[in-house]
């Protein structure tokens, strides 16, 4: 994130900007913290406040829910962050010849990966 223009932000709040300023629609502090995995809600709330106070998140108020969902600011450092991953990452897989596909296909393996471990360290703390 430093090399797109945002120095000094933590991993959670890198996570939690690229997360709320995805498909550009609002979202709770609930929904949020359930997608990331963030079991402290107060993690994602510190850090969403510090992301409000740069400019990068918005918060409103409807009824008791707050939704968060990111300003101009925020997207535009997202869509940085994204030519700085596609200049240093993707660029140097596709030229290892991995296709993109074949990235895509790696990517949700460890997404798919991650979430049986999550699964088995729930069951494994009832035995």
Known sequence: MSAAGAKDMTAVEVSLLHHVSHRDRKKKLADICFVLNIEDTHVATY???????????????????????????????????????????????????????????????????????????RAATSL
């Open 47 to 121: 850090a969403l406040k510090k992301l409000v106070a740069r400019g990068y998140v918005q918060s409103e108020k409807s009824g008791k829910e707050v939704f968060f969902s990111a300003t101009p600011a925020g997207r535009e450092l997202c869509g940085k962050y994204r030519e700085v991953r596609e200049a240093c990452l993707i660029e140097t897989l596709c030229e290892s010849g991995l296709t993109n596909e074949q990235i895509g296909a790696a990517a949700q393996l460890m997404r798919n990966a991650s979430g049986l471990y999550d699964t088995a360290t």
